[in-house]
Each structure stands twice: as structure tokens, then as C-alpha cells.
């Protein structure tokens, strides 16, 4: 399969003050994949050196085959981006913006616009100025699938939509890439609607790649034990605990152990063995395996 997107020791700093420290991930053609992580982990960062807004300090980063510091121009047509504040022009009307458009792309699809955007059951005549967050956000994925992109990067694309914006933006690209076979990159906070729905899944945290490949491993892979808080405090941090979150009367332990391994680890703490005789994996989805890995706070 080809890659689209190359990053290697990818490393980016703000003045004195690295915020990627050493990124390593491809994107390959086909699929959807997610770059997940909770707010300031560096994905818009990660984001903003792919498109070439940003320069890498160190490392390499190619998008489409080229430099991401100098994509040309008929490489960036080849690319969809949904980036902070959805559209630029938005002093223009649902039809107007469609027209300028359309004059960059030459696989401009108008269909698929017009598909998108009549769902929002306003004039095509009203100006962007005077739509919602959420049919702004229409109207933006209307223009970026009428491109026909071979890929498509969409930065937070959940900001400021409610459930429902959010749910019919990821059904139509979901439906989107599995008849165009075009391949796309999120990023997101937002969890809990995507769990069946990325090919693929990349976790940032702190400016580091943390896992990388698909949901299904992971949650075969990442365990969680609850057990009595008075008993937790017995434990020190150790690489077979990657998380422990506290409640009142419980606390969850998060890592790549299964059973046996986490039992003998907490026998080594000192935990009663009552406790170590009813230690069982808790089931977890999505969200819940994403907390525990990234912590609450």
C-alpha cells in the first residue's frame, strides 16, 4: 500500500519549548485514522506541519509524496482540510462559495455538494455569516468532499457541533470513503462516537506517539482491574501500571498486563489476596480505554 503521509522523529518547538518530541507514523492510502489525543497533546500542531504552515525543527514529514514545508499546488488539490473556524469566506452564500470553489478543483463534484447542503433546508441564497456552527459545518464538508480528494485532514472536526451535527458529518464521510476509497486523518477529543468508526488509530500524548495500529488490538491488548482504594495506595508506579485513577471507594488500574502478571505485580505491593483473588479485567470501549491511557486530568 502506499503512504500518503511519513513522519519520522518529527520534533517541533515553540521558542525554548519542544511540543513534539520525536513523532514517528505513516498514513496509508485507504481508510480512516485517528489522531486522538485530550487538548494540547500537539495534534493541531502535528496538523499545522503537514500542511506546511509550520516548519519541523527536526525529523522528517511528507505528505503526497512531497516535503510538507513545499507541497505544490497540484498536490494540495489532492488534499481536503478542514482546519479552525471551518471557512474562510463566509461572507459568501451556500451557492456563491460552491462557485468559487468549483474554479480550483477540475474534479469538482457539484452533486455532492448540493446533496450535503440541502439537508440544512435553508435558501441557497443565505450568506454563511448567518448559519449555525453546525450547518456552517455542512457546508464545509460539502465543499471539501466535492473536491474529490485523494486526502482528506480534518483538524477537530467536532468543535461546536451538537450530537446530531456531529453523527450526520460522520455518516456522510464514512460513506463518503467507502465509495471513493479516499483516505482520511481526524483528530478529535471527542471519543465516544468514533469507536466504530475508525480503520485506525493513532494516540498522542504529551507530544509522543503512545500506540499506533487498530482499535480492535488495542482493546485486546490494554486491560483494566478495579480494586478497593485503601488497597491501592499500596502500589508505586511500575511499567506494567500505565494509569491509576481514583474514586471514592475504588481506583482503576490501566496497562498492557494481563491477569496473571497484574497479580503478581500487586502481590509484590503488598495487596491482600482477597482482593488478588477476585481481580478481573474490566470490559472496556473506546472511551473508556482512552481515559484510562490518557488519565482524566
Known sequence: MNDLIVCQDLRFGYGKKEVLHGLNFTVEEGGIV??????????????????????????????????????????????????????QYDFMSIEGIEKYYAAFYPQWNRDLYYDLVSRIKVPYSRKITRLSCGQRSQVTL??????????????????????????????????????????????????????????KILFIKEGEIIYDGTKEAFLSSFYAYTIPIEESKKI?????????????????????????????RLHAFGVHERVLNTLQADSLNLEDAFVGLMGRY
Open 34 to 87: 485517528g489522531l486522538l489525543g485530550r487538548n494540547g497533546a500537539g495534534k493541531s500542531t502535528t496538523i499545522n506541519i503537514l500542511m506546511g504552515f509550520l516548519e519541523q525543527t527536526s525529523g522528517k514529514c511528507s505528505i503526497l509524496g512531497h516535503p510538507s514545508y513545499s507541497i505544490p499546488p497540484d498536490a494540495r488539490r489532492e488534499i481536503g482540510l478542514l482546519h479552525e473556524g471551518f471557512i
Open 236 to 264: 508505586l508506579t511500575c511499567k506494567e501500571i500505565s494509569n491509576i485513577e481514583y474514586g471514592n471507594k475504588y481506583a482503576h488500574i490501566f496497562g498492557y498486563t494481563e491477569k496473571e502478571a497484574m497479580q503478581r
Open 142 to 199: 460539502g465543499l471539501i468532499l466535492a473536491q474529490s480528494p485523494k486526502l482528506m485532514i480534518l483538524d477537530d472536526f467536532s468543535m461546536g457541533l451538537d450530537v446530531g451535527y456531529r453523527r450526520l458529518f460522520l455518516e456522510f464521510l464514512r460513506d463518503y470513503v467507502d465509495t471513493y476509497k479516499t483516505t482520511v486523518l481526524l483528530t478529535s477529543h471527542v471519543i465516544q462516537e468514533l469507536d466504530s468508526f475508525l480503520d
